[in-house]
């Protein structure tokens, strides 16, 4: 199993940028996918989530009217549109997988992770 994460690199603030976390090797049936984030000596943190009918989405404070979460269930795909950024958002981004169907924040109800990619964004 492996989510496989991408679209991390240096960005001005006020830039945008696109990840996405592809997953193979399995499929995972209706559960739903988030995004955290960790950024230097903090601890990983909630980005957003979503279902897997993309119809049920959360985000966390500092980046709601920011960031979008989206999935593509035939790609087996979750993306992060990221807009507006600011160079509090600097961190390594991960994917994670669900271990249930609901949109759910605590770290330890997901069950598979991506390798991590890197934004840094510059003021």
């Known amino acids: 199993v492996q989510l496989q994460a991408s679209g991390g690199g240096l960005v001005q603030a006020g830039d945008s940028l696109r990840l996405s976390c592809a997953a193979s090797?399995?499929?995972?049936?209706?559960?739903?996918m988030g995004w955290f984030r960790q950024a230097p000596g903090k601890e990983r943190e909630f980005v957003a989530a979503i279902n897997w009918g993309g119809d049920v989405i959360s985000y966390a404070d500092p980046v709601k009217g920011r960031f979008t979460i989206s999935r593509d269930n035939a790609k087996n795909t979750v993306y992060l549109q990221m807009n507006s950024l600011k160079s509090e958002d600097t961190a390594v981004y991960y994917c994670?997988?669900?271990?249930?169907?609901?949109?759910?924040?605590?770290?330890?109800?997901?069950?598979?992770w991506g390798q991590g990619t890197l934004v840094t964004v510059s003021s």
């Open positions: 994670a997988v669900a271990s249930g169907l609901r949109v759910t924040i605590p770290r330890d109800e997901y069950d598979y």
């Open positions: 090797g399995r499929t995972f049936g209706f559960r739903s």
